[in-house]
DNA sequence: ATTTTCTCCTGCATGC
DNA sequence: TGCATGCAGGAGAAAA
């Protein structure tokens, strides 16, 4: 489900809950079923009881320091966090986790699809984990991601420009939605070489990512089936949406239609008029 | 080595 | 109504 701006919500509201609630976790329980891997070992046992230190987004990885094992939580497709006030009455399928918190409040993890995963990390020393050593750098670090360093990782590469953004060895955090909304506002075809994307494209590419990713944070994320943030609210950016979805409708600029196609088994949207280079 | 396709899973829309 | 098919926001493994 959940891209970067999605995940970023959802990291602020679980720290909001947790900032709110002010006190350490409590029994942990989970379902029989494994999610996308097996469940730790002990992981309910081991969360149990901890102080949650502080939680932060890296990638589309949520991460939980704790006064003890430090963890993760990678949401696949559909993953999602609710607080439940009265748990008795609100159990949904699909539940996966829940974690108690004081007088009958319960953080609960949802994920119809079980692509999401927890497991134990060291916090401080996240990129020697297994998860998070071939990342590339945040879209929105300007000292680590920007147009000549898209430039030079372009040089020679054969795959699609959407194919490329949409990597997460080059900059994480760019899924499926965004990647055409990006090539959207930066004016490219995403069936275009990434190895042919100019130093002027590269520039326009950098910029479209940090706006798109920006305004979609600001907006509290996408919802176009059932994303919410963990207090329950809806994102709103889906209304800003330019292409992705809209095949067979007007571009919302020059009027054209919106086309659609497969690039590297995902579904891909653009403008053929305003995108053109 | 690089790039695309397959795979995991469930739910929903569509078409016959 | 039932059943088959395809598709859905991720990403590692396998295949090409």
Known sequence: MPELPEVETIQKGLLQIFESINTPIGNVHRSSQSLRFPWPRNFCKEISGQRIVNIYRRAKYLVFETSGQDFICHLG????????????????????????????????????????????????????????????????????????????????????VKSFIMDQRLVVGIGNIY?????????????????????????????????????AMAQGGTTIKDFRAAGGSKGYFQQKLMVYGRDEQECRVCGSGIRKKRIAGRSTFWCGRCQNR
């Open 179 to 215: 990647a055409s909304e990006v090539l959207f506002r930066s004016g490219l075809r995403p069936t275009g070489k990434a190895g042919r994307l100019s130093r002027e494209s590269c520039q326009n590419l950098v910029r479209a990512i940090r706006e798109v990713l920006s305004e």
């Open 77 to 160: 497709m559909t993953g999602n966090w609710r607080l439940d006030e009265n748990r008795a009455i609100t159990k949904r399928p699909h539940d996966h986790l829940f974690i108690e918190l004081g007088h009958k409040k319960v953080l609960i993890y949802n994920d119809v699809r079980r692509f999401g995963f927890f497991d134990f990390v060291d916090a401080g020393h996240l990129e020697l984990s297994r998860w998070f050593s071939h990342l590339g750098p945040e879209p929105l670090d300007s000292e680590t991601f920007h147009a000549e360093y898209l430039f030079v990782n372009s040089r020679k590469k054969q795959t699609s």
